[in-house]
Protein backbone atom coordinates (compact mmCIF):
# COMPACT_ATOMS: atom_id res chain seq x y z
CA UNK A 1 0.00 0.00 0.00
CA UNK A 2 3.31 2.42 0.70
CA UNK A 3 4.36 1.76 -2.19
CA UNK A 4 2.14 3.48 -4.37
CA UNK A 5 4.34 6.67 -3.54
CA UNK A 6 7.34 8.06 -5.77
CA UNK A 7 10.52 7.17 -4.78
CA UNK A 8 10.98 10.86 -4.49
CA UNK A 9 8.30 11.50 -1.95
CA UNK A 10 9.27 8.49 0.04
CA UNK A 11 12.90 10.05 -0.02
CA UNK A 12 11.94 13.30 1.18
CA UNK A 13 9.44 11.60 4.09
CA UNK A 14 12.16 9.64 5.24
CA UNK A 15 14.73 12.53 5.16
CA UNK A 16 12.42 15.12 6.96
CA UNK A 17 12.21 12.35 9.51
CA UNK A 18 15.86 11.94 9.83
CA UNK A 19 16.32 15.62 9.99
CA UNK A 20 14.10 16.19 12.54
CA UNK A 21 15.63 13.37 14.77
CA UNK A 22 19.29 15.17 14.24
CA UNK A 23 17.31 18.82 15.24
CA UNK A 24 16.31 17.67 18.28
CA UNK A 25 19.80 15.69 19.04
CA UNK A 26 21.55 18.77 18.69
CA UNK A 27 19.77 20.96 21.49
CA UNK A 28 22.25 21.05 23.98
CA UNK A 29 20.85 23.95 26.22
CA UNK A 30 17.62 25.12 27.66
CA UNK A 31 18.15 27.99 25.23
CA UNK A 32 18.64 25.23 21.85
CA UNK A 33 15.48 23.50 23.87
CA UNK A 34 13.34 26.50 23.53
CA UNK A 35 14.62 27.35 20.16
CA UNK A 36 13.45 23.78 19.29
CA UNK A 37 10.37 24.23 20.63
CA UNK A 38 9.60 27.96 18.92
CA UNK A 39 10.00 25.71 15.65
CA UNK A 40 8.38 22.53 16.66
CA UNK A 41 5.21 24.48 17.26
CA UNK A 42 5.05 25.87 13.39
CA UNK A 43 5.87 22.02 12.41
CA UNK A 44 2.91 20.63 14.63
CA UNK A 45 0.53 23.29 12.34
CA UNK A 46 2.29 22.40 8.99
CA UNK A 47 1.61 18.85 9.73
CA UNK A 48 -2.00 19.77 10.86
CA UNK A 49 -2.50 21.66 7.55
CA UNK A 50 -0.54 19.19 5.43
CA UNK A 51 -3.04 16.26 6.48
CA UNK A 52 -6.03 18.12 6.33
CA UNK A 53 -4.89 19.12 2.68
CA UNK A 54 -4.38 15.36 2.35
CA UNK A 55 -7.83 14.20 3.46
CA UNK A 56 -9.68 17.09 1.24
CA UNK A 57 -7.81 16.08 -1.72
CA UNK A 58 -7.98 12.15 -0.80
CA UNK A 59 -11.06 11.45 0.82
CA UNK A 60 -13.62 14.34 0.85
CA UNK A 61 -13.66 15.68 -2.93
CA UNK A 62 -10.42 13.13 -4.73
CA UNK A 63 -7.96 15.11 -6.66
CA UNK A 64 -9.63 18.76 -6.13
CA UNK A 65 -7.75 21.52 -6.14
CA UNK A 66 -6.05 23.14 -2.72
CA UNK A 67 -7.39 26.39 -3.72
CA UNK A 68 -11.03 25.14 -3.77
CA UNK A 69 -10.44 23.67 -0.36
CA UNK A 70 -13.33 24.65 2.31
CA UNK A 71 -12.60 25.83 5.85
CA UNK A 72 -10.68 23.79 8.03
CA UNK A 73 -13.45 23.77 10.48
CA UNK A 74 -15.97 22.47 7.50
CA UNK A 75 -12.89 19.76 6.35
CA UNK A 76 -13.31 18.55 10.07
CA UNK A 77 -17.24 18.45 9.95
CA UNK A 78 -16.99 16.39 6.63
CA UNK A 79 -14.59 13.92 8.23
CA UNK A 80 -17.02 13.74 11.29
CA UNK A 81 -20.14 13.96 9.21
CA UNK A 82 -21.75 10.64 8.45
CA UNK A 83 -22.39 10.27 4.74
CA UNK A 84 -24.91 8.08 2.94
CA UNK A 85 -22.07 6.02 1.69
CA UNK A 86 -20.42 5.66 4.51
CA UNK A 87 -23.40 3.22 6.20
CA UNK A 88 -22.48 0.94 3.67
CA UNK A 89 -18.25 1.21 3.84
CA UNK A 90 -17.71 1.19 8.03
CA UNK A 91 -14.14 1.11 6.69
CA UNK A 92 -14.40 4.20 5.22
CA UNK A 93 -16.18 6.34 7.97
CA UNK A 94 -13.45 4.19 10.31
CA UNK A 95 -11.04 6.17 8.39
CA UNK A 96 -12.72 9.44 8.02
CA UNK A 97 -12.86 9.30 12.15
CA UNK A 98 -9.36 8.43 12.44
CA UNK A 99 -8.12 11.31 9.89
CA UNK A 100 -10.10 13.49 11.60
CA UNK A 101 -8.26 12.22 14.94
CA UNK A 102 -4.81 12.41 13.31
CA UNK A 103 -5.58 16.67 12.84
CA UNK A 104 -6.54 16.77 16.36
CA UNK A 105 -3.48 15.32 17.67
CA UNK A 106 -1.74 17.59 15.44
CA UNK A 107 -3.61 20.68 17.09
CA UNK A 108 -3.06 19.23 20.57
CA UNK A 109 0.87 18.83 19.87
CA UNK A 110 1.12 22.78 18.88
CA UNK A 111 -0.58 23.19 21.97
CA UNK A 112 1.66 21.29 24.27
CA UNK A 113 3.91 22.38 22.80
CA UNK A 114 3.14 26.00 22.93
CA UNK A 115 3.30 24.81 26.52
CA UNK A 116 6.40 23.50 26.71
CA UNK A 117 7.64 26.53 25.49
CA UNK A 118 6.37 28.95 28.13
CA UNK A 119 7.08 26.84 30.66
CA UNK A 120 10.60 26.71 29.49
CA UNK A 121 10.39 30.53 29.00
CA UNK A 122 9.15 31.12 32.17
CA UNK A 123 12.30 28.97 33.70
CA UNK A 124 14.86 30.99 31.84
CA UNK A 125 13.23 34.39 33.46
CA UNK A 126 13.33 32.77 37.01
CA UNK A 127 16.96 31.94 36.30
CA UNK A 128 17.76 35.77 34.78
CA UNK A 129 16.08 36.99 38.09
CA UNK A 130 18.17 34.77 40.60
CA UNK A 131 21.04 35.79 38.34
CA UNK A 132 20.14 39.78 38.91
CA UNK A 133 20.00 39.18 42.49
CA UNK A 134 22.70 37.28 42.49
CA UNK A 135 24.52 40.00 40.64
CA UNK A 136 22.50 42.97 43.01
CA UNK A 137 23.85 40.89 46.56
CA UNK A 138 27.72 40.77 44.98
CA UNK A 139 27.25 44.68 43.95
CA UNK A 140 26.07 45.10 47.82
CA UNK A 141 28.46 43.15 49.32
CA UNK A 142 31.27 45.17 47.37
CA UNK A 143 30.07 48.01 48.80
CA UNK A 144 29.11 47.10 52.47
CA UNK A 145 33.07 46.51 51.97
CA UNK A 146 34.32 49.36 50.87
CA UNK A 147 31.92 51.12 53.50
CA UNK A 148 33.43 49.29 56.38
CA UNK A 149 37.01 49.61 54.98
CA UNK A 150 36.49 53.49 55.14
CA UNK A 151 34.56 53.00 58.49
CA UNK A 152 38.09 51.12 59.93
CA UNK A 153 40.62 53.81 58.55
CA UNK A 154 38.42 56.51 59.97
CA UNK A 155 38.73 55.24 63.28
CA UNK A 156 42.26 54.53 62.77
CA UNK A 157 42.79 58.10 62.90
CA UNK A 158 41.27 58.57 66.55
CA UNK A 159 43.25 58.14 69.69
CA UNK A 160 42.80 54.55 70.99
CA UNK A 161 40.25 54.79 74.03
CA UNK A 162 38.07 56.34 71.51
CA UNK A 163 38.77 54.24 69.00
CA UNK A 164 37.69 51.91 71.31
CA UNK A 165 34.28 53.34 72.07
CA UNK A 166 33.51 53.63 68.90
CA UNK A 167 34.53 50.14 67.79
CA UNK A 168 31.93 49.05 70.47
CA UNK A 169 29.34 51.59 69.68
CA UNK A 170 29.48 50.72 65.87
CA UNK A 171 29.46 46.70 66.93
CA UNK A 172 25.98 46.90 68.49
CA UNK A 173 24.77 48.91 65.77
CA UNK A 174 25.70 46.65 62.88
CA UNK A 175 23.93 44.11 65.54
CA UNK A 176 20.81 46.15 65.51
CA UNK A 177 20.71 46.19 62.28
CA UNK A 178 21.39 42.36 60.95
CA UNK A 179 18.74 41.31 64.20
CA UNK A 180 16.18 43.35 61.91
CA UNK A 181 17.19 42.50 58.61
CA UNK A 182 16.87 39.15 59.90
CA UNK A 183 13.00 40.09 61.14
CA UNK A 184 12.17 40.93 57.62
CA UNK A 185 13.88 38.28 56.17
CA UNK A 186 10.90 35.66 54.84
CA UNK A 187 12.01 32.41 56.15
CA UNK A 188 11.37 28.78 54.45
Not at 48 to 60: D, M
Not at 86 to 93: N, V
Not at 110 to 129: C, F, M, P, Q
Not at 156 to 169: F, H, M, N, V, Y
Amino acid sequence: MHDQWSPETQARLHQMAKDLLQIGGDCASPKDLQHYLSKLNSLASAIRYSVEHAAWRSLLAEGAPLNGKPSSREVQEQLRRPRQADQDHPGQAAQFTAVCNVITGAEHLKELVSSAWIAGLTEEIRRAVDEAHAQRAQADKATYDEILGGIDRALGTLPPDAQQAAREALGREFASIRQRAGAKTPQP
